[in-house]
């Protein structure tokens, strides 16, 4: 497999190690267009790879292009690539909020992909959700989605709006779970726990949690309901977080997550 990258950043890192830890290609068959110099030199040295610091440098070469930059970086990478890429190559883009159109108009090519991982990916327990237009070729399709497991799992969509709501659950959720752990650390500390305490109790409680749905086949409310005796701690605890809209709150972080995402689409 040949690919190129268009950003070097985080997620960039974490697809090149996972292409190469899974010899789905070799140092030689990447490249990576990135304009900060410590950063192409951290990339050449740890992976061996082939850096760039111009876009240009990718369109002679074979294979699929990742477009992975930030929002607001997204229109200088369309000025210098549209009408010039080879209709056969696969352009797979991790940008949030920027549709399949977009791209496709932006760039003046149909063979389009769009992927949304989150930040577990780096350290291969990423949940990846991703699409491709008609135009991407099945050996195209199979190729993202080898890279994509190489980050942890996948789930391939049809409905592009699907990622838009991915966006807004999976790739912004570890920032809502990261609140919650911290929150649940504090809580500990006030109680009187030494930090290092809170911390071990709330990550094995939270991990084992998650492990305990994945493997059982009931709800999750049937597994709450298996905690909270009448009376009891649990179901004085839930009530509290009931009146204090803690339900409600995630559902609507939720909802403004997707409402921004379907913003950046459109602006």
């Known amino acids: 497999m040949k690919i190129s990258f268009v950003g070097g950043g985080v997620m960039c890192e974490a697809l090149v190690a996972g292409i190469l830890k899974s010899s789905l290609a070799q140092p030689e068959d990447i490249i990576v267009s990135e304009p900060v110099p410590d950063r192409r030199a951290h990339l050449e040295s740890q992976y061996r790879i082939v850096t760039a610091s111009s876009n240009a440098d ?5 294979g699929m292009i990742v477009i992975a930059v930030k929002p607001q970086v997204l229109p200088y990478v369309l000025s210098d690539f549209k009408g010039l890429i ?3 190559r696969t352009i797979a883009s ?8 977009t791209l496709k108009n932006g760039l003046s090519h149909q063979s389009i992909a769009r992927i949304m991982p989150n930040t577990p990916a780096q ?3 990423g949940m990846t959700v991703w699409t491709a237009t008609e135009s991407v070729s099945k050996a195209d399709r199979e190729n993202i989605s ?3 497991k190489t980050l942890g ?3 391939y969509v049809t409905d592009e709006k699907l990622i838009d709501m991915s966006t807004a659950l999976s790739a912004s959720g570890p920032a809502y779970v990261f609140l919650f752990l911290e929150a649940l650390i504090d809580a500990g500390v006030y109680l009187g726990m030494s ?18 749905v994945q493997e059982s086949s009931s709800h999750p409310a049937v597994l709450k309901d298996m905690v909270t005796s009448p009376g009891g701690t649990t179901i004085e605890a839930l009530v509290s977080m009931e009146n204090d ?23």
């Open 123 to 125: 350290i291969g327990s």
């Open 58 to 62: 990718l369109l002679d070469k074979e």
């Open 245 to 267: 809209g803690f339900r409600a709150s995630v559902i609507n972080a939720v909802r403004s997550a997707f409402e921004r995402s379907m913003e950046l689409g459109n602006s």
């Open 146 to 148: 080898s890279v994509i």
């Open 86 to 88: 080879q209709p056969e």
């Open 195 to 212: 930090r290092d305490m809170a911390r071990e109790l709330t990550l094995e409680t939270v991990l084992g949690s998650t492990k305990l």
């Open 94 to 101: 991790i940008v949030a909020g920027t549709n399949a159109d």
């Open 153 to 155: 799992k996948e789930y």
